[in-house]
């Protein structure tokens, strides 16, 4: 069984407008949260890091939420653009030192015109 | 280069067949990982180096995949006798302790198995 689950699987939304998706993890001994932006065709790239102490991290227009207790993370779009069409990946980091990482399926955002 | 590079971009390869896919890390990194994705699925941990010390092949699927890391830079995954499920794209990354492992990603080598 997947130790990180997103949702929803996939979304399209109109440009301009907001959205969040979602991840929840059974991973442990947990290190770090990240998420990632995976454009098609090309490798992930991070977007946000956030370690155990922290609830909150923005990069731009996106902001990742966590709750360490829950095990559970958002990622918050806002204002969305066509650039920012792709898949994006919820990633858990476990272990020690912190190498191995646990993947979300991702989620595929389309923003349409 | 200033990022991971992998090559070949795509691959299609005759099923037994086997297959060598590159990987050039980013410099100076020390750790260098492959991965597997396949379509629908997060991404698959296959194999791990860091620096001298022996990999971590806890993720390869099977005996047909094997890695080495040359010199500690430079990258080469080879799958033996190749089947349709190796189909997938199979992506490199690297990191370096300097910035607290943070992995980069190559854009992957997507290999179809006919």
């Known amino acids: 069984k997947n130790q990180v689950e997103q949702s929803p699987q996939s979304l399209i939304i109109l440009e301009g407008k907001n959205c969040t998706l979602q991840?929840?993890?059974?991973?442990?001994?947990?290190?770090?949260l990240r998420w990632y932006k995976q454009d098609t065709g090309r490798g992930p790239v991070s977007l946000t890091i956030m370690t155990f102490s922290e609830n909150t991290k923005s990069n731009g227009r996106y902001t990742a939420t966590l709750d360490a207790d829950t095990k559970q993370s958002s990622l918050h779009i806002t204002a969305s653009q066509l650039s920012d069409s792709a898949s994006y990946i919820c990633?858990?980091?476990?272990?020690?030192?912190?190498?191995?990482?646990?993947f979300g399926a991702g989620t595929t955002v389309t923003v349409r015109a | 280069g200033a990022g991971v590079s992998q090559s070949p971009s795509n691959k299609v390869t005759e099923k037994g067949k086997d297959v060598e896919l590159r990987c050039d890390p980013i410099s100076g990194h020390t750790a260098l990982y492959w991965y597997r994705q396949s379509l629908g699925q997060g991404l698959e941990f296959l194999i791990y180096?860091?620096?001298?010390?022996?990999?971590?092949k806890s993720g390869l699927p099977s005996d047909r995949f094997s890695a080495e890391r040359t010199g500690g830079s430079v990258s080469t995954l080879t799958i033996q006798r190749t089947q349709q499920e190796d189909s997938a794209v199979y992506l490199c990354?690297?990191?370096?302790?300097?910035?607290?492992?943070?992995?980069?990603f190559g854009p992957g080598t997507r290999l179809t198995v006919t």
């Open positions: 990354a690297s990191s370096s302790p300097a910035n607290g492992y943070e992995q980069y």
């Open positions: 990633v858990v980091s476990f272990g020690s030192p912190g190498y191995k990482l646990s």
């Open positions: 991840c929840n993890y059974t991973v442990s001994p947990f290190s770090n």
């Open positions: 180096f860091q620096g001298n010390s022996a990999p971590d």
